[in-house]
């Protein structure tokens, strides 16, 4: 079973910056897109941002110059790199990716990490 396990959330103060890292492991032949999701208190699931596999990176409106996306595909590992956050920032985490295992092709979600952002 493949395991995604995020960290670096935590409390930070409007300005501040934070990093994120989630980390696959398991059976994996290959991983495809790895994406950032996000969901504040009685909000819907967000996508913040996505890379796939070759490089390329999209991004949510709302974190375009402050948010950067990246993967290290030797460690199976994508980033997060938040700076200028903002209190509208605040919200759980989570990554996603699209796996190839033996069972074929599916979508896989870490349990999240809590990024709170004070005023």
């Known amino acids: 079973q493949v395991q995604l396990v995020e960290s670096g959330g935590g409390l930070v103060q409007l300005g501040g910056s934070l990093r994120l890292s989630c980390a696959a492991s398991?059976?994996?032949?290959?991983?495809?897109?790895m994406d950032w999701y996000r969901q504040a208190p009685g909000k819907q699931r967000e996508l913040v941002a996505g890379i796939s596999s070759g490089g390329s990176t999209t991004y949510a409106d709302s974190v375009k110059g402050r948010f950067t996306i990246s993967r290290d595909n030797a460690k199976n590992t994508v980033y997060l790199q938040m700076n200028n956050l903002k209190p509208e920032d605040t919200a759980v985490y989570y990554c996603?990716?699209?796996?190839?295992?033996?069972?074929?092709?599916?979508?896989?979600w870490g349990q999240g990490t809590q990024v709170t952002v004070s005023s």
């Open positions: 996603k990716t699209e796996a190839a295992t033996s069972i074929g092709m599916n979508n896989y």
């Open positions: 398991g059976p994996i032949f290959s991983l495809y897109t």
